[in-house]
C-alpha cells in the first residue's frame, strides 16, 4: 500500500470513529450561562435569572456575572445578606444560584429541552457544583448551613445527582452517567436540594452551579476504530 493510500485509509478510520462517538451527541446549550439577558428591568431577585434555553420551573434561580454586566457581582446578592459574596464562576463569568429550603419547604429549579437523545445510548453529564454554606439569607428562606445536591431529571424521571461539595465557596466537579430510554423529549431539569447530612432544621442550601455538559460514551465499535486508527498511524511512521 503506497503512503498515499495509507494516509487516505488512516482518515477515513479517524473521520468513522469520530461520527460513531459523536452521532448520538445532543448537548446541552448555554451550560455555562454566558449569553442572553435575563434581568432586563434591573437586579431583581424576585425574577429568574435562567438565561435561553434555560427556563425557571420553580421559583426564581438567580444568576451571578462576575462583570456584574447582567447578574449579581462579586458583591454577592445583597438581599440574601451578599450570597457567594467574592465567587467567581467556574466556568466564563456567569453561573447559577438557587436554594433548597428545610425551613420554607421549597427546591428551587430550572430545565432546558434539548434535541432527541439516542435511545439506550450512554451519556454523561458533568457540572461544577459550588456552596455557600455560611449561615446567612434570614428570613429569605435561609439560614443556609448546607451543602445541598442536586437531583437532575429527565422528562420527570429522576437519572442521578450531582452530589455535595467537600468545602466552602469551593467549586468541585461532579457527573454521573445514564442510558438514554427507548423515547425521550429530553427535557433536564436540575433540582436544588437540601443538605442529606445535617438535621433539617440546619439542613437548607443554596447551592452554585456551573459548566453544564452533556455528551455521549463512546461506544466499544468506535473506540475499536480509534485503535486500529492508530495502529495505522504506528505502521505509517515505522515504514
Do not use: C, H
Not at 454566558?34 to 435569572?49: A, K, S
Not at 457540572?127 to 429527565?154: M, T, W
Not at 447530612?197 to 440546619?202: F, K, P
Amino acid at each position: 500500500m503506497t503512503r498515499k493510500n495509507i494516509a487516505v485509509s488512516l482518515t477515513t478510520l479517524l473521520v468513522i470513529a469520530a461520527g460513531a462517538a459523536t452521532a448520538a451527541a445532543r448537548p446541552l446549550v448555554n451550560g455555562s450561562f454566558e449569553t442572553g439577558t435575563v434581568y432586563l428591568n434591573g437586579l431583581d431577585y424576585n425574577d429568574p435569572g435562567t438565561p435561553a434555553p434555560w427556563y425557571a420551573t420553580v421559583y426564581t434561580p438567580d444568576l451571578y456575572d462576575n462583570t456584574s454586566a447582567n447578574g449579581w457581582g462579586l458583591g454577592g446578592l445583597p438581599n440574601f445578606d451578599y450570597m457567594f459574596e467574592g465567587m467567581l464562576a467556574s466556568d466564563g463569568n456567569r453561573f447559577i444560584g438557587f436554594a433548597a429550603s428545610s425551613t420554607y419547604w421549597f427546591s428551587e429549579a430550572f430545565a432546558q429541552q434539548t434535541a432527541p437523545l439516542t435511545p439506550g445510548q450512554q451519556y454523561t453529564l458533568t457540572a461544577s457544583i459550588a456552596a455557600d454554606d455560611l449561615g446567612k439569607a434570614i428570613p429569605a428562606g435561609g439560614p443556609y448551613y448546607g451543602r445541598g445536591e442536586v437531583d437532575v431529571y429527565l422528562d420527570g424521571g429522576l437519572i442521578g445527582t450531582l452530589t455535595q461539595n467537600t468545602a466552602s465557596l469551593t467549586w468541585e466537579t461532579r457527573s454521573f452517567t445514564f442510558i438514554a430510554p427507548a423515547w425521550s423529549s429530553a427535557n433536564f431539569e436540575f433540582v436544588s436540594r437540601v443538605d442529606p447530612n445535617l438535621a433539617e432544621g440546619l439542613s437548607s442550601s443554596y447551592i452554585g452551579l456551573d459548566d453544564i455538559q452533556l455528551a455521549p460514551v463512546p461506544t466499544p465499535g468506535a473506540v475499536a476504530l480509534l485503535g486500529l486508527a492508530g495502529l495505522a498511524a504506528m505502521r505509517r511512521r515505522v515504514r
